[in-house]
Protein backbone atom coordinates (compact mmCIF):
# COMPACT_ATOMS: atom_id res chain seq x y z
CA UNK A 1 0.00 0.00 0.00
CA UNK A 2 2.53 2.80 0.91
CA UNK A 3 4.46 2.08 -1.95
CA UNK A 4 1.72 2.14 -4.49
CA UNK A 5 0.51 5.65 -2.46
CA UNK A 6 3.91 6.61 -3.19
CA UNK A 7 3.69 6.02 -6.95
CA UNK A 8 0.35 7.66 -7.25
CA UNK A 9 1.90 10.64 -5.57
CA UNK A 10 4.84 11.05 -8.19
CA UNK A 11 4.08 13.62 -11.35
CA UNK A 12 4.55 11.67 -14.37
CA UNK A 13 5.47 13.54 -17.25
CA UNK A 14 6.32 12.61 -20.60
CA UNK A 15 7.81 14.19 -24.02
CA UNK A 16 6.86 12.84 -27.03
CA UNK A 17 9.25 13.40 -29.83
CA UNK A 18 10.75 11.95 -32.73
CA UNK A 19 13.73 13.44 -34.85
CA UNK A 20 10.72 13.00 -37.75
CA UNK A 21 9.83 16.40 -36.46
CA UNK A 22 12.65 18.07 -37.99
CA UNK A 23 12.03 16.97 -41.38
CA UNK A 24 9.31 19.41 -42.42
CA UNK A 25 11.29 22.12 -44.69
CA UNK A 26 10.08 25.39 -44.93
CA UNK A 27 11.55 28.13 -46.86
CA UNK A 28 15.29 29.70 -46.17
CA UNK A 29 15.45 32.45 -43.23
CA UNK A 30 11.45 31.36 -42.71
CA UNK A 31 11.01 31.76 -38.62
CA UNK A 32 9.05 28.03 -38.36
CA UNK A 33 12.34 25.47 -38.74
CA UNK A 34 13.79 22.85 -37.07
CA UNK A 35 16.20 24.69 -35.24
CA UNK A 36 13.56 25.17 -33.13
CA UNK A 37 13.12 21.96 -31.75
CA UNK A 38 16.79 21.04 -31.58
CA UNK A 39 17.19 24.22 -29.32
CA UNK A 40 14.11 23.05 -27.15
CA UNK A 41 15.70 19.63 -26.97
CA UNK A 42 19.34 21.27 -25.75
CA UNK A 43 17.94 23.81 -23.34
CA UNK A 44 15.63 20.14 -21.96
CA UNK A 45 19.11 18.89 -21.55
CA UNK A 46 21.34 21.46 -19.86
CA UNK A 47 18.60 22.51 -17.47
CA UNK A 48 18.77 18.55 -15.93
CA UNK A 49 15.38 18.20 -16.68
CA UNK A 50 15.70 15.50 -19.38
CA UNK A 51 16.15 12.02 -16.66
CA UNK A 52 13.27 13.25 -14.53
CA UNK A 53 10.97 13.37 -17.95
CA UNK A 54 9.61 10.11 -19.43
CA UNK A 55 10.26 9.90 -23.67
CA UNK A 56 7.83 8.68 -25.80
CA UNK A 57 8.07 8.79 -29.51
CA UNK A 58 5.04 8.87 -31.54
CA UNK A 59 3.41 6.55 -34.52
CA UNK A 60 2.07 8.07 -37.70
CA UNK A 61 -1.46 9.09 -37.08
CA UNK A 62 -4.25 7.74 -39.68
CA UNK A 63 -5.48 9.58 -42.43
CA UNK A 64 -9.19 8.64 -41.28
CA UNK A 65 -8.23 10.50 -37.90
CA UNK A 66 -7.26 13.21 -39.00
CA UNK A 67 -10.42 13.83 -40.95
CA UNK A 68 -11.87 13.26 -37.85
CA UNK A 69 -11.54 17.28 -38.36
CA UNK A 70 -10.11 18.38 -41.69
CA UNK A 71 -11.97 17.65 -44.99
CA UNK A 72 -10.39 14.44 -47.17
CA UNK A 73 -9.67 16.53 -50.04
CA UNK A 74 -7.12 18.78 -48.10
CA UNK A 75 -5.42 15.72 -46.39
CA UNK A 76 -4.81 14.39 -50.21
CA UNK A 77 -4.21 17.94 -51.64
CA UNK A 78 -1.22 18.19 -48.46
CA UNK A 79 -0.11 14.49 -49.46
CA UNK A 80 -0.17 15.16 -53.64
CA UNK A 81 1.83 18.38 -52.93
CA UNK A 82 4.01 16.18 -50.67
CA UNK A 83 4.62 13.61 -53.10
CA UNK A 84 5.84 16.83 -55.70
CA UNK A 85 9.10 16.42 -53.59
CA UNK A 86 9.07 20.70 -53.90
CA UNK A 87 8.89 23.70 -51.78
CA UNK A 88 5.13 24.71 -52.35
CA UNK A 89 3.15 27.12 -51.09
CA UNK A 90 -0.36 26.43 -49.42
CA UNK A 91 -0.57 30.55 -48.44
CA UNK A 92 2.38 33.12 -48.51
CA UNK A 93 4.03 32.00 -45.23
CA UNK A 94 2.86 28.07 -45.43
CA UNK A 95 4.93 25.62 -47.05
CA UNK A 96 4.89 22.07 -48.03
CA UNK A 97 7.79 19.85 -48.42
CA UNK A 98 8.45 16.62 -49.69
CA UNK A 99 8.77 15.40 -45.69
CA UNK A 100 5.56 17.22 -44.73
CA UNK A 101 2.60 15.13 -45.24
CA UNK A 102 4.70 12.20 -43.35
CA UNK A 103 6.03 14.79 -40.38
CA UNK A 104 2.64 16.49 -40.28
CA UNK A 105 1.02 13.30 -39.81
CA UNK A 106 3.45 12.03 -36.87
CA UNK A 107 2.74 15.71 -35.07
CA UNK A 108 -0.77 14.65 -34.96
CA UNK A 109 0.23 11.21 -33.90
CA UNK A 110 2.46 12.74 -30.85
CA UNK A 111 -0.91 14.10 -29.41
CA UNK A 112 -2.54 11.35 -30.13
CA UNK A 113 0.44 9.23 -28.03
CA UNK A 114 0.22 11.33 -25.25
CA UNK A 115 -3.46 11.30 -24.78
CA UNK A 116 -3.07 7.41 -25.02
CA UNK A 117 -0.54 6.87 -22.68
CA UNK A 118 -2.46 9.12 -19.86
CA UNK A 119 -4.90 7.03 -20.25
CA UNK A 120 -3.31 3.83 -19.72
CA UNK A 121 -1.23 5.47 -16.76
CA UNK A 122 1.80 5.73 -18.44
CA UNK A 123 2.21 8.93 -17.77
CA UNK A 124 -0.37 11.66 -15.59
CA UNK A 125 0.46 15.19 -18.12
CA UNK A 126 2.40 15.41 -20.92
CA UNK A 127 4.12 17.98 -23.48
CA UNK A 128 3.99 16.99 -27.36
CA UNK A 129 7.04 18.61 -28.89
CA UNK A 130 5.91 18.41 -32.62
CA UNK A 131 6.14 20.67 -35.66
CA UNK A 132 4.65 21.83 -38.02
CA UNK A 133 2.34 23.59 -35.29
CA UNK A 134 -1.77 23.29 -35.62
CA UNK A 135 -3.78 26.29 -34.30
CA UNK A 136 -4.19 28.20 -37.49
CA UNK A 137 -5.09 24.74 -39.62
CA UNK A 138 -8.52 25.08 -40.53
CA UNK A 139 -10.49 22.30 -41.57
CA UNK A 140 -9.75 22.11 -45.17
CA UNK A 141 -6.94 24.46 -45.12
CA UNK A 142 -3.64 25.44 -43.77
CA UNK A 143 -2.17 28.67 -42.86
CA UNK A 144 -0.20 30.65 -40.61
CA UNK A 145 2.85 28.07 -40.62
CA UNK A 146 0.39 25.02 -39.69
CA UNK A 147 -0.38 21.85 -41.52
CA UNK A 148 -2.63 19.70 -39.51
CA UNK A 149 -4.52 21.02 -35.99
CA UNK A 150 -2.86 18.89 -34.38
CA UNK A 151 -4.43 19.93 -30.86
CA UNK A 152 -8.14 20.14 -32.47
CA UNK A 153 -7.92 16.22 -33.95
CA UNK A 154 -6.74 15.32 -30.11
CA UNK A 155 -9.67 16.86 -28.83
CA UNK A 156 -12.12 15.04 -31.41
CA UNK A 157 -9.95 12.07 -30.52
CA UNK A 158 -10.07 12.39 -27.09
CA UNK A 159 -14.31 12.59 -27.36
CA UNK A 160 -14.90 10.10 -29.75
CA UNK A 161 -12.12 7.24 -29.14
CA UNK A 162 -11.28 7.67 -25.50
CA UNK A 163 -14.73 8.24 -23.99
CA UNK A 164 -13.56 12.14 -22.57
CA UNK A 165 -16.96 13.89 -23.09
CA UNK A 166 -15.39 17.37 -22.17
CA UNK A 167 -11.98 18.86 -23.24
CA UNK A 168 -11.13 22.49 -22.57
CA UNK A 169 -8.18 23.60 -24.71
CA UNK A 170 -6.50 26.59 -23.84
CA UNK A 171 -4.29 28.34 -25.93
CA UNK A 172 -1.36 30.76 -24.93
CA UNK A 173 -0.28 31.46 -28.45
CA UNK A 174 0.43 35.22 -28.76
CA UNK A 175 -1.66 34.56 -32.00
CA UNK A 176 -5.50 33.58 -32.10
CA UNK A 177 -6.20 29.59 -32.64
CA UNK A 178 -8.81 30.75 -35.54
CA UNK A 179 -8.61 27.16 -36.74
CA UNK A 180 -9.06 25.79 -33.35
CA UNK A 181 -11.78 28.36 -33.12
CA UNK A 182 -13.50 27.65 -36.28
CA UNK A 183 -13.81 23.20 -35.50
CA UNK A 184 -15.37 23.87 -32.71
CA UNK A 185 -17.49 27.18 -32.73
CA UNK A 186 -20.71 25.50 -32.56
CA UNK A 187 -20.27 23.06 -30.19
CA UNK A 188 -20.85 22.72 -26.34
CA UNK A 189 -18.42 20.32 -25.56
CA UNK A 190 -14.83 21.82 -26.63
CA UNK A 191 -14.41 25.07 -24.37
CA UNK A 192 -12.21 27.34 -26.50
CA UNK A 193 -10.04 30.03 -24.30
CA UNK A 194 -7.69 31.38 -26.45
CA UNK A 195 -4.97 34.78 -25.20
CA UNK A 196 -3.74 36.55 -27.61
CA UNK A 197 -2.10 39.83 -29.38
CA UNK A 198 -5.08 41.73 -30.57
CA UNK A 199 -5.10 42.73 -33.29
CA UNK A 200 -2.88 41.13 -34.54
CA UNK A 201 -2.34 37.86 -37.44
CA UNK A 202 -4.50 36.26 -38.62
CA UNK A 203 -7.27 38.98 -37.65
CA UNK A 204 -9.82 36.76 -35.87
CA UNK A 205 -10.32 36.60 -31.82
CA UNK A 206 -11.99 39.54 -30.70
CA UNK A 207 -13.96 38.79 -27.32
CA UNK A 208 -17.55 39.31 -28.72
CA UNK A 209 -16.84 35.99 -30.82
CA UNK A 210 -18.44 33.94 -28.28
CA UNK A 211 -19.13 30.72 -30.60
CA UNK A 212 -22.56 29.74 -32.19
CA UNK A 213 -26.05 27.69 -31.80
CA UNK A 214 -25.24 25.28 -28.98
CA UNK A 215 -21.38 26.36 -29.12
CA UNK A 216 -22.16 29.68 -27.88
CA UNK A 217 -20.62 30.72 -24.79
CA UNK A 218 -17.92 28.26 -25.14
CA UNK A 219 -15.52 30.14 -26.86
CA UNK A 220 -13.89 32.40 -25.08
CA UNK A 221 -11.49 35.56 -26.47
CA UNK A 222 -9.13 37.38 -24.46
CA UNK A 223 -7.53 39.73 -26.55
CA UNK A 224 -5.09 42.28 -25.45
CA UNK A 225 -3.32 44.90 -27.05
CA UNK A 226 0.63 44.96 -27.74
CA UNK A 227 2.46 45.46 -24.41
CA UNK A 228 0.61 43.52 -22.51
CA UNK A 229 2.08 40.64 -20.44
CA UNK A 230 2.49 38.76 -17.27
CA UNK A 231 -0.04 40.63 -15.36
CA UNK A 232 -2.61 40.55 -17.78
CA UNK A 233 -2.00 36.93 -18.45
CA UNK A 234 -1.80 35.71 -14.65
CA UNK A 235 -5.30 38.14 -14.09
CA UNK A 236 -7.02 36.83 -16.91
CA UNK A 237 -5.86 33.58 -15.73
CA UNK A 238 -7.57 33.42 -12.20
CA UNK A 239 -10.38 35.86 -12.70
CA UNK A 240 -11.37 34.23 -15.57
CA UNK A 241 -10.30 31.25 -17.01
CA UNK A 242 -9.73 28.99 -14.44
CA UNK A 243 -13.10 29.31 -12.65
CA UNK A 244 -15.22 28.92 -16.07
CA UNK A 245 -12.79 25.76 -16.87
CA UNK A 246 -13.60 25.08 -13.58
CA UNK A 247 -17.34 25.21 -14.02
CA UNK A 248 -17.23 23.36 -17.41
CA UNK A 249 -15.53 20.53 -15.96
CA UNK A 250 -13.55 18.87 -18.64
CA UNK A 251 -12.42 15.29 -18.31
CA UNK A 252 -9.19 16.91 -20.65
CA UNK A 253 -7.08 19.69 -20.51
CA UNK A 254 -4.86 20.61 -23.56
CA UNK A 255 -2.71 23.36 -23.56
CA UNK A 256 -2.41 25.04 -27.47
CA UNK A 257 1.15 26.38 -25.76
CA UNK A 258 2.47 29.08 -28.17
CA UNK A 259 6.01 30.81 -26.88
CA UNK A 260 5.62 33.82 -29.40
CA UNK A 261 4.13 36.16 -26.64
CA UNK A 262 7.70 35.88 -24.85
CA UNK A 263 8.60 39.69 -24.79
CA UNK A 264 12.15 38.19 -26.95
CA UNK A 265 10.28 36.66 -29.82
CA UNK A 266 10.01 38.95 -32.77
CA UNK A 267 6.63 37.74 -33.99
CA UNK A 268 4.80 39.77 -31.66
CA UNK A 269 4.53 42.52 -29.37
CA UNK A 270 3.43 41.16 -25.90
CA UNK A 271 5.59 41.40 -22.97
CA UNK A 272 5.66 38.03 -21.13
CA UNK A 273 8.29 36.92 -19.36
CA UNK A 274 9.69 32.99 -19.30
CA UNK A 275 8.73 32.58 -15.87
CA UNK A 276 4.68 33.24 -16.76
CA UNK A 277 4.80 30.39 -18.85
CA UNK A 278 6.10 28.32 -15.44
CA UNK A 279 2.99 29.75 -13.56
CA UNK A 280 0.41 29.56 -16.23
CA UNK A 281 1.56 25.44 -16.15
CA UNK A 282 1.42 25.22 -12.75
CA UNK A 283 -2.18 26.46 -12.81
CA UNK A 284 -3.34 24.53 -15.79
CA UNK A 285 -1.75 21.56 -13.71
CA UNK A 286 -3.93 22.72 -10.97
CA UNK A 287 -6.92 23.09 -12.53
CA UNK A 288 -6.85 19.05 -14.46
CA UNK A 289 -5.75 17.92 -11.05
CA UNK A 290 -9.43 19.40 -9.79
CA UNK A 291 -10.64 17.83 -13.02
CA UNK A 292 -9.60 15.25 -14.67
CA UNK A 293 -7.01 13.43 -12.38
CA UNK A 294 -4.03 15.76 -13.60
CA UNK A 295 -4.82 14.70 -17.47
CA UNK A 296 -2.89 17.70 -19.26
CA UNK A 297 -1.55 17.48 -22.83
CA UNK A 298 0.75 20.53 -23.59
CA UNK A 299 0.81 21.03 -27.48
CA UNK A 300 3.75 23.13 -28.98
CA UNK A 301 2.64 25.63 -31.02
CA UNK A 302 4.41 28.81 -32.21
CA UNK A 303 7.56 30.61 -30.17
CA UNK A 304 10.57 31.50 -32.98
CA UNK A 305 12.91 33.36 -30.50
CA UNK A 306 15.54 30.44 -30.24
CA UNK A 307 16.62 31.15 -26.71
CA UNK A 308 13.34 32.59 -25.20
CA UNK A 309 11.52 29.25 -26.78
CA UNK A 310 13.52 26.78 -25.22
CA UNK A 311 14.05 28.75 -22.16
CA UNK A 312 10.13 29.02 -21.61
CA UNK A 313 9.61 25.64 -22.46
CA UNK A 314 11.56 24.72 -20.07
CA UNK A 315 9.91 26.25 -17.59
CA UNK A 316 6.32 24.82 -18.51
CA UNK A 317 8.09 20.98 -17.91
CA UNK A 318 9.34 22.44 -14.87
CA UNK A 319 5.66 22.88 -13.84
CA UNK A 320 4.52 19.65 -15.29
CA UNK A 321 6.89 17.63 -13.05
CA UNK A 322 7.08 19.81 -9.53
CA UNK A 323 4.53 17.84 -6.91
CA UNK A 324 0.84 19.00 -7.05
CA UNK A 325 0.30 22.73 -5.38
CA UNK A 326 -2.72 22.81 -2.97
CA UNK A 327 -4.00 25.96 -4.01
CA UNK A 328 -7.05 24.81 -5.91
CA UNK A 329 -8.40 22.08 -4.53
CA UNK A 330 -12.54 21.40 -5.38
CA UNK A 331 -14.12 23.16 -2.84
CA UNK A 332 -11.89 25.88 -2.24
CA UNK A 333 -10.69 27.78 -5.33
CA UNK A 334 -9.40 30.65 -3.97
CA UNK A 335 -6.76 31.81 -6.59
CA UNK A 336 -3.13 31.45 -5.98
CA UNK A 337 -1.19 34.72 -5.31
CA UNK A 338 -1.56 37.48 -7.58
CA UNK A 339 0.60 39.68 -9.86
CA UNK A 340 0.82 43.38 -9.10
CA UNK A 341 -1.41 44.62 -11.50
CA UNK A 342 -1.72 48.43 -13.11
CA UNK A 343 -5.29 49.44 -12.73
CA UNK A 344 -5.58 49.60 -16.91
CA UNK A 345 -4.56 46.12 -16.80
CA UNK A 346 -7.46 45.08 -14.00
CA UNK A 347 -9.94 47.56 -15.74
CA UNK A 348 -8.97 45.44 -19.24
CA UNK A 349 -9.53 42.31 -17.50
CA UNK A 350 -12.44 43.04 -15.81
CA UNK A 351 -14.00 43.96 -18.24
CA UNK A 352 -13.45 40.97 -20.44
CA UNK A 353 -14.94 39.13 -16.86
CA UNK A 354 -18.15 41.23 -17.11
CA UNK A 355 -18.57 40.41 -20.68
CA UNK A 356 -18.14 36.62 -20.19
CA UNK A 357 -20.64 36.59 -16.96
CA UNK A 358 -23.69 36.34 -19.30
CA UNK A 359 -22.21 32.97 -19.38
CA UNK A 360 -20.59 31.39 -16.46
CA UNK A 361 -20.75 31.87 -12.96
CA UNK A 362 -17.65 34.41 -12.64
ZN1 LIG B 1 1.77 32.18 -32.83
Redesign the pocket.
Known sequence: MPEADSERARVLTEVIYDEIFLSHQTTPGHPENSKRLEAILEGITTSGLKDKLLWARPSEADVEVIALVHSQEYIAKVASLSAAKKLVHLDPDTVVSEKTFQCARYAVGGVLQGLQDMANGRCENGFALVRPPGHHARKASGMGFCIFNNAAVGAEYAIREMGWKQVVIIDW???HGNGVQEIFYDRDDVLYISLHQYPHYPGTGYFTEVGEGRGEGFTINLPFGPGSGDSEYLLALEKIILPIATQFDPQLVLVCA?Y?GHRDDP?SALDLSTDVFNKMAGRVKDLAQICCEGRLLVVL??GYGLDSLSDSVVATLRALVEPATDTLKKGKKEPSELPEASSSSEEMVEKLKNYFARYWKI
Open positions: DAHGDLEG
